[in-house]
């Protein structure tokens, strides 16, 4: 019979966790007693989120770090796997966008969504390997976009980042299933966020793909680990034409 893993006790770190879609995740699972590492750029914008955690009476621990500074997401992957001494789940979450015509784009805003976007995954994924390894039930989970599958005008930069995330975890995820790593990728369409605000104001808010629904959908990919196993999910509005 399939049989449900707990999150209690497990450790999970979250990137971007200080709002949308991140902050989200860690209220979710720490309503499932999962031990939580969150980060954001800051610590003032992680107050919230380590508040309201405490409030469910669950337990977080903080980490700051800029992701489009290389040597600063080595030591955020370091102090993650140390801070309890194990990691189970790594949630690469945080994302950076800019929307203008490509032709508008500059050369060191190409390099900084790229930083954050692709090669701070890449980084936190390989640094934290060892430690997911020592898990008896090890995950990594990406969230994406839908701009890693289509192309958004004005979007240039960010929808080829997301791209290359999306080429990245596929190859990730066929050289750690050896180790029992189970990858996940989540491209959803419109989220309820402060980026997709300012990338489509264009959109309906009341439309808009709720934060908690990517939480929930989350908890199910990390406790669902029997035979069956969803590699990707592609998630549209439900106003939205559907198989994007």
């Not at 770190?13 to 209220?27: E, P, Q, V, W």
């Not at 299933?177 to 990858?183: D, E, F, K, S």
Request: with cysteine; aromatic share 6%; glycine share 8%.
């Amino acid at each position: 019979m399939p049989k449900t893993l707990k999150m209690i006790d497990k450790v999970v770190f979250i990137t971007g966790a200080s709002r949308g879609i991140g902050k989200a995740i860690a209220l979710r699972l720490a309503k499932e007693g999962a031990r939580l590492i969150v980060h954001a750029r800051s610590q003032e914008r992680l107050h919230q989120t380590l508040s309201e955690i405490e409030s469910l009476g669950g337990t977080a621990a903080a980490l700051t770090g800029d992701l489009s500074i290389p040597s600063q997401v080595h030591e955020l992957a370091e102090n993650a796997c140390q801070l309890y001494g194990k990691l189970d789940i790594l949630i690469n979450n945080a994302g950076a966008s800019i929307k203008k015509p490509f032709y508008e784009s500059s050369d060191e805003e190409w390099d900084f969504i790229f930083k954050v976007n692709a090669m701070a995954p890449f980084i936190l994924c390989r640094e934290c390997l060892p430690a997911l390894r020592n898990s008896d039930a090890p995950s990594i989970i990406q969230i994406g976009s839908v701009v890693g599958v289509k192309g958004y005008i004005e979007q240039s930069l960010y929808g080829a980042s997301k791209h290359a995330l999306m080429g990245f975890t596929k190859v990730l995820a066929q050289e750690v299933q050896p180790y029992g790593v189970r990858v996940h990728s989540i491209n959803p369409g419109g989220v309820y966020t402060d980026m997709v605000k300012n990338m489509r104001p264009d959109l309906d808010p009341s439309g808009l793909i709720q934060p908690e629904e990517i939480a929930d959908l989350v908890h199910f990919l990390l406790t669902h680990r029997n035979n069956a196993v969803i590699d990707d999910l592609h998630l549209r509005r439900a106003n939205g034409s559907p198989w994007y």
